[in-house]
């Protein structure tokens, strides 16, 4: 059991509810991939929730704080586990040891075949936007996002 509701509502900031995409960049963050089945990577994040594959984020908190909801833009889409497209958003719920300063570590799942969707970023440094904050715990589909 989550120690966090698991139907929380997201609450946003410069997210916008009808379908727009936040695009002032807040950070330019050096991607890196983890993954289950590897070591450092365990089934709950920072916050004592279930990971959740290409959702997941760990920062430097001092950077992006976590709860943050951030927007990825080179992530969009890309292959979700269910087979969907990816909408480029991400929720920071982890930290790690090497995750210091601009950095983002993106968790993709469990074993290293789950990091192929993303391999054409990892090392590179791409655009993020803190769309919004969040409540509970992430969950697996789409956000659920509610209006100021």
Do not use: E
């Amino acid at each position: 059991m989550s120690p966090i509701p698991d139907d929380a509502i997201l609450q946003t900031d410069n997210a916008i509810v009808d379908g727009s995409v936040p695009d002032d960049v807040d950070w330019n963050m050096r991607v890196t991939l983890y993954h289950s089945g590897g070591g450092g990577a365990g089934a709950r994040d920072s916050l004592g929730c279930p990971v959740v594959a290409m959702r997941t984020a760990a920062t430097d908190p001092r950077i992006a704080p976590k709860r943050s909801i951030i927007y990825i833009p080179d992530t969009v889409g890309l292959t979700m586990p269910d087979g969907s497209s990816h909408d480029g958003y991400w929720y920071v719920s982890d930290t790690g040891g090497a995750v210091k300063g601009a950095k983002v570590d993106l968790f993709t799942g469990h074993g290293r075949g789950s990091m192929k969707p993303l391999m054409k970023i990892n090392t590179k440094t791409v655009a993020v936007m803190k769309a919004g904050t969040f409540t509970g715990c992430p969950k697996a589909g789409g956000l659920r996002m509610a209006a100021n």
